[in-house]
């Protein structure tokens, strides 16, 4: 019993430096691109997409890094934008359930290529699927709230 203690925590531990050392630089590049306007561009870039979905256009941001590094490690920059850009509820669930059906789509993407699945069809179908899902959620949600604190 002890030992199975032991090799639990030993293995969250590192979990969690792993965790650590991915997290940690991505939240300090987030902040140097921030800083440098390609944030306001990356939201300027995907605002149209966003924009048919009813969700104001500081959501891109959070719904690219969700897209591009996935929900587990992207997770504390969505948080982090979702408070700093005080996003509507409507527009944390909109990103959700995007995410839902198409997280980390390049990692994934890349990982069934690999095992000879179709790449472009894949993505096209991953994305499609998460369009369609949230536009019709976005139509279902009513907008109550102008900012959510976390």
């Known amino acids: 019993m002890a030992e199975a203690l032991r090799e639990a925590v030993v293995g969250s531990l590192n979990s969690l430096k792993q965790i650590a050392i991915i997290v940690i630089p991505l939240m300090i590049a987030m ?50 934008a979702a408070k700093e850009y005080q996003l509507s509820r409507k527009d944390l669930y909109l990103i959700t359930y995007f995410l839902v059906s198409a997280h980390a789509v390049f990692e994934d993407t890349a990982i069934f290529a690999a095992l000879g699945v179709s790449a472009s069809l894949l993505l096209l179908t991953r994305l499609s699927v998460a369009a369609i899902f949230t536009f019709l959620a976005s139509k279902a949600i009513k907008d109550t709230e102008k900012g959510v604190n976390l």
């Open 31 to 80: 902040e140097i691109l921030k800083d440098l306007g390609f944030l306001d561009r990356i939201a300027d870039w995907l605002s149209p997409i966003v924009r048919i979905f009813g969700m104001k256009k500081e959501s891109a941001f959070p719904l690219a890094i969700g897209i591009i590094i996935g929900l587990s490690y992207g997770a504390g920059i969505i948080f982090k």
